[in-house]
């Protein structure tokens, strides 16, 4: 069984930055295709950014070129860059592992943490 949790979450005015932190307990993370997703309140839970074990990165649409994943050095940590923020940004905020085929599917994704609040002031 695997522990995420995630951290790092806030409030911040447009345009501003914050940047989330996600770690496993007990055990490294870079054995592991990790995303991030975002649920807005009255929303489905949506897919973010990936960041996959080879090091490539992927983004939704709404994100790309304001968003950055990445892992630290030890593998440990994946964080989730967050830039030029928006008000439609804010949501909770959750990092999982990919265990299944489908990328943008929360059925793909067996571990969950327990989510981060991000809000965005206009």
């Known amino acids: 069984q695997v522990q995420l949790v995630e951290s790092g979450g806030g409030l911040v005015q447009a345009g501003g930055s914050l940047r989330l932190s996600c770690a496993a307990s007990?055990?490294?993370?870079?054995?592991?295709?990790m995303a991030w997703f975002r649920q807005a309140p009255g929303k489905e839970r949506e897919f973010v950014a990936i960041k996959w074990i080879g090091g490539s990165t992927e983004y939704a649409d709404s994100v790309n070129g304001r968003f950055t994943t990445s892992r630290d050095n030890t593998g440990n940590l994946v964080y989730l860059q967050m830039n030029s923020l928006k008000p439609e940004d804010t949501a909770v905020y959750f990092c999982a592992i990919k265990t299944g085929s489908l990328l943008r599917s929360t059925s793909s994704y067996n571990y969950w943490g327990q989510g981060t609040q991000v809000t965005v002031s206009s």
């Open positions: 007990g055990r490294t993370l870079k054995n592991y295709n």
